[in-house]
């Protein structure tokens, strides 16, 4: 079965420093991979996803994901960290015959000023 | 447009009460998903429909029922309430199963007690 592991529960970065995510997968074949940003008491809301081609994925809020089969990590990254980017990221992965999203535990980010 | 409706926001059960978890959604989609969210766990999926008349159980199904009598509305519910089902619960829908967006409600954060 499909699995994905965010390796860190909590990151804290400082606002305008870069952010790398990490996020790793287990699958047989080339996955569809997403990333979703939770704000406090909100639902989830997508970031960006990979299907397949170019392995560098924009997304919205200014963030980028990369894929790397080798690795079967599909980190997440921002350059600038804006204070409003704090939220807990989701990586997920889709199974193999569609239908569903297995979720990783997450990473909440906090932003210090 | 709403989009994911979900009611209610918040809740408190007694032990071995019962409750339905409303989710109504706006945009037509086909697919429609319950999720629970624990801390450090990600989302777990519970029941899923691919359209109206058809639903299967997804990961964590015990102790809880769904139904799709319409295609706007998946409402989840829960018999007989225990405290391990203290959590917060997501509805989410999409107009594809395979790599496309899912697009998430504002939750229902429910205690057991």
């Known amino acids: 079965a499909q699995s994905v592991t965010q390796p860190d529960i909590h990151i804290t970065v400082s606002e305008g420093a870069s952010l790398e995510l990490r996020c790793n997968y287990s699958?047989?074949?080339?996955?569809?991979l997403f990333w979703y940003v939770q704000s406090p008491g909100q639902g989830l809301q997508l970031l960006l996803k990979?299907?397949?081609?170019?392995?560098l994925v924009q997304g919205i809020k200014g963030f980028e994901a990369e894929f790397k089969r080798s690795q079967s990590s599909f980190n997440l990254r921002k350059p600038s960290v804006h204070w409003s980017d704090a939220a807990e990221y989701f990586c997920?992965?889709?199974?193999?015959?569609?239908?569903?999203?297995?979720f990783g535990a997450g990473t909440i980010l906090r932003v210090k000023s | 447009n709403a989009g994911v409706t979900q009611t209610p926001k918040f809740r408190i059960l007694k032990i071995g009460q019962s409750m339905t978890l409303q989710c109504t959604q706006d945009m037509n989609h086909n697919y429609m998903y319950w999720y629970r969210q624990d801390p450090g766990m990600g989302l777990k999926l519970i029941y899923y429909s691919v359209g109206a008349g058809i639903t299967d159980k997804g990961e964590v199904p015990n102790g809880y029922n769904v139904s799709r009598s319409t295609t706007e509305d998946f409402p989840l519910r829960l018999e007989l309430a225990a405290p391990s089902q203290t959590s917060v619960y997501f509805c989410?829908?999409?107009?594809?199963?395979?790599?496309?967006?899912?697009?998430f409600g504002p939750g229902t954060r429910l205690t057991v007690t």
């Open positions: 997920a992965v889709e199974e193999e015959y569609g239908n569903k999203l297995v």
């Open positions: 989410a829908s999409s107009s594809d199963p395979s790599g496309y967006e899912q697009y």
């Open positions: 990979y299907f397949s081609g170019d392995t």
């Open positions: 699958y047989g074949a080339t996955p569809y």
